[in-house]
């Protein structure tokens, strides 16, 4: 069997930055990215603490150590700068892969800089 199981999360990131008339996505902090162990165009779910409405999109890089998260294209009528927001990644997992995974969780500041990037819960 396999199962669906969260690969990474950015724990309550603030949105800095809206761009209607772009292509899609959202451009986040390249250093954050990596962190979370996420990929250029790696498909996210999005969450809007503030508002409620969670979508889906893709991630693209915005320049390391920026602390910019973006939302562009139709996404950025989801969100106001400022709000609040949880980036999640998610995974194809086979059971055997379970027995010792544990997803990635990345806690930002108000500014988008890293406080703590840690295993599981």
Same mark, same amino acid.
Do not use: C, W
């Given at each position: 069997?396999?199962?669906?199981?969260?690969?990474? @999360? %950015?724990?309550?990131?603030?949105?800095?930055? @809206?761009?209607?008339?772009? !292509?899609?996505?959202?451009?986040?902090?390249?250093?954050?990215?990596?962190?979370? /162990?996420?990929?250029?165009? !790696?498909?996210?779910?999005?969450?809007?603490? /503030?508002?409620?409405?969670?979508?889906?999109?893709?991630?693209?890089?915005?320049?390391?150590?920026?602390?910019?998260?973006?939302?562009?294209?139709?996404?950025?009528?989801?969100?106001? %700068?400022?709000?609040?927001?949880? %980036?999640?990644?998610?995974?194809?997992?086979?059971?055997?892969?379970?027995?010792?995974?544990?997803?990635?969780?990345?806690?930002?500041?108000? !500014? /988008?800089?890293?406080?703590?990037? @840690?295993?599981?819960?």
């Amino acid at each position: 069997m396999q199962r669906f199981m969260l690969k990474s @999360k %950015i724990h309550r990131a603030r949105i800095t930055g @809206k761009e209607l008339h772009y !292509e899609g996505s959202l451009s986040l902090d390249a250093s954050i990215m990596a962190s979370a /162990n996420l990929l250029p165009f !790696e498909k996210i779910e999005v969450y809007n603490v /503030n508002n409620g409405q969670r979508f889906s999109t893709y991630v693209i890089p915005a320049p390391a150590g920026s602390g910019e998260v973006q939302l562009n294209g139709a996404a950025s009528r989801l969100g106001e %700068i400022g709000d609040i927001i949880i %980036i999640a990644s998610y995974a194809l997992f086979d059971e055997k892969e379970l027995v010792n995974f544990k997803p990635i969780l990345v806690y930002v500041n108000e !500014e /988008n800089r890293i406080l703590e990037v @840690k295993r599981g819960y």
